[in-house]
């Protein structure tokens, strides 16, 4: 069975601080797909990043980067320079292999809440 | 455009009672998912339906949870005889039909409170 773990349940940390959110999943498939989302106080998921199992190239947007390892089943996602407005719980997520003309269902990890404090 | 709607944004319920959940998705995806999530937990998956093919029903808790989607619009999902542990925030994501993404989107949830 596929499962996601996210062990750290809650990090506070001080405004242009970096902090590394953790993500170890498990799954037999040798294709797969990982994601992380953001889901702000307002509620509604954004997406982050969709990273496949081919790829381990790690991937930087702006302040975020991604550091994909196959090796450790790990997914870390990095904040750099925190800002207030990244306080959010943000959520791992893994997908089965096999898609049904498209259909992708997700397992998500438990979550992080981040708070930025300024 | 417009996104991934759903109604009622918050529901309260009394224990027993019937309810039903409205999603209508982002117009021209043909995946839509629902997913629940309890109150500091991830989400769970329940359901979802993908063009003609039959929809994938594993994730649905119990046999008082159904769930209809009209073509490729509108979703309905149905909870019979509500208890108190059916609160929780429903979610409904959609995506397109193609890749390489098929990334989800999500609506903004609504929040069932069983009294």
């Known amino acids: 069975a596929q499962k996601v773990t996210q062990a750290q349940t809650e990090i506070s940390v001080v405004e242009k601080e970096d902090v590394t959110l953790d993500c170890v999943y498990e799954t037999r498939d040798t294709t797969y797909y990982l994601f992380w989302y953001k889901q702000p106080p307002s509620g509604e998921l954004v997406f982050l990043i969709r990273r496949n199992s081919f790829d381990e190239q790690n991937e930087i947007s702006g302040r975020y980067s991604w550091n994909f390892q196959k090796s450790t089943s790990s997914f870390n996602f990095t904040i750099t320079a925190s800002q207030v407005v990244d306080s959010a719980v943000y959520f791992c997520?893994?997908?089965?292999?096999?898609?049904?003309?498209?259909?992708?269902?997700?397992?998500f990890g438990q979550g992080t809440r981040l708070t930025i404090n300024p | 455009g417009a996104g991934v709607s759903q109604s009622p944004s918050n529901k309260v319920t009394e224990k027993g009672k019937d309810v039903e959940l409205r999603c209508d998705p982002i117009s021209g995806h043909t995946a839509l998912y629902w997913y629940r999530q309890r109150l500091g937990q991830g989400l769970e998956f329940l359901i979802y339906?993908?063009?003609?093919?039959?929809?994938?029903k594993s994730g649905l808790p119990s046999d008082r949870f159904s769930a209809e989607r009209t073509g490729e619009s509108v979703s309905t999902l149905t909870i019979q005889r509500t208890q108190q542990e059916d609160s929780a925030v429903y979610l409904c994501?959609?995506?397109?039909?193609?890749?390489?993404?098929?990334?989800?989107?999500f609506g903004p949830g609504t929040r069932l409170t069983v009294t």
């Open positions: 339906f993908q063009g003609n093919s039959a929809p994938d």
């Open positions: 994501a959609s995506s397109r039909p193609t890749g390489p993404s098929y990334e989800q989107y």
């Open positions: 997520a893994l997908s089965e292999s096999y898609i049904i003309q498209g259909a992708q269902k997700l397992v």
